[in-house]
């Protein structure tokens, strides 16, 4: 894309600031352009965010239907999967698979819980609540 090409659109997702794009210049080298954004960036950007609220949506009903603990809402919440979760507590994926269930994460013990806590940067007590409503 070309300098001058770059789109400046003023994209709601970037409220109101810029983004650093590489464009070509006049003469033929990469620079950096600030972008205040592109329509279908921003469309693309606000399915992404309408899909990650309808899990959390489903996460709450999951958990208030005893299907799921509450660490799949405060997953969905803070925008963790299982592979960055792992990496952030340490914990392996097939473990957190397992704390996903309500009768497993009800048991566990107060190290892990804090482990979770301390990924999602809230209280052990925060971390076991689930609002009935978003």
């Not at 999967?81 to 013990?109: K, N």
Request: glycine share 4%; charged share 20%; net charge positive.
């Amino acid at each position: 894309m070309k300098a001058k090409q770059v789109p400046q659109d003023n994209s709601p997702s970037y409220s109101g600031h810029k983004k650093l794009v590489y464009a070509v210049n006049d003469s033929g080298h990469y620079t950096g352009i600030q972008s205040s954004g592109w329509e279908v960036e921003n469309f693309a950007t606000q399915m992404a965010v309408d899909d990650l609220n309808e899990q959390t949506l489903t996460a709450i009903k999951d958990y208030h239907d005893g299907k799921a603990s509450s660490l799949a809402y405060h997953m969905c919440k803070h925008r963790f999967d299982i592979s960055a979760l792992a990496q952030c507590t340490g914990f392996f994926q097939w473990q957190i698979r397992r704390h996903l269930l309500p009768h497993i994460f009800s048991r566990l013990s107060q190290r892990k819980l804090k482990n979770y806590s301390a990924a999602f940067s809230i209280t052990i007590a925060q971390l076991t609540r689930v609002p009935e409503h978003p």
